[in-house]
């Protein structure tokens, strides 16, 4: 009743933190607690926690401009991570949250990480199956490597339906000082609300920009700290 929210809405929110370990649901008493996932997710915000707090404010306005909900990942493994959510004004289902993994093969902001990473990293992920999520995921490890050169040419990746049916999804990849890949922004949205080739375009644009911002204030924030050292 706090929360204003409906028993089965609340049932849904419990049972999809459940399933991935955030809340753990004693079979006895039925009441829920906080699962092990919250103290890895804990670990891994604190650590990229200097990030989150730079890339929030431009993510703000990322949505502000794009009317569309963005997300800052990082790559764990197989996955990317989503360290930051801003949802726009609109109720639309898609499967993120902060803290949720996704693919890494399937997903805008996993493909632009992948994208500049190394071979070795690659070659990793390739080894293993690729699961196919849409009629557009690509599973094929030698047409997954050709699309990954197309984004590193681009900078930039628009996936269609490629994880979710009627989403698409527009992925930039954030740089350090090393010019090394250590996350990636995104927005997501119904496919019917950028039909249009100016509303995407526009959205791209957003998206690369706000990348660029994020890893600028990365590099800037390590040059500060190198000058303070000195």
């Known amino acids: 009743d706090e929360l204003e929210i409906a028993k089965s809405t609340a049932h849904r929110l419990l049972t999809t933190l459940a399933s991935e370990g955030f809340v753990y649901k004693d079979p006895q008493s039925n009441y829920y607690s906080l699962g092990v996932s919250v103290l890895a997710l804990t670990n891994i915000v604190s650590s990229q926690l200097s990030i989150v707090e730079e890339a929030t404010p431009i993510l703000n306005a990322l949505t502000e401009n794009t009317r569309e909900s963005s997300h800052l990942a990082i790559r764990e493994g197989h996955e990317v991570i989503y360290l930051q959510k801003i949802e726009n004004e609109y109720s639309v289902h898609v499967t993120t949250h902060i803290g949720r993994r996704n693919p890494l093969h399937c997903t ?75 996350a990636s922004v995104n927005i997501t949205a119904p496919v019917n609300r950028l039909r249009d080739a100016g509303a995407q375009r526009k959205c791209v644009e957003e998206v690369v920009k706000t990348a660029k911002r994020i890893s600028n204030l990365v590099k800037l924030r390590k040059r500060l700290f190198e000058e303070v050292k000195k």
């Not at 490597?145 to 339906?161: A, F, K, M, P």
């Open 108 to 182: 805008s902001t996993g493909l632009a990480i992948l994208a500049f990473e190394t071979e070795e990293v690659v070659d990793f992920i390739l080894s293993k199956p690729l699961t196919k999520f849409t009629d557009y995921t690509i599973t094929d490890p030698n047409s997954l490597r050709e699309r990954l050169e197309e984004i590193r040419r681009s900078g930039v990746v628009v996936d269609y339906q490629v994880f979710e049916r009627k989403v698409i999804s527009i992925g930039a990849p954030i740089f350090n000082s090393q010019d090394k890949v250590i």
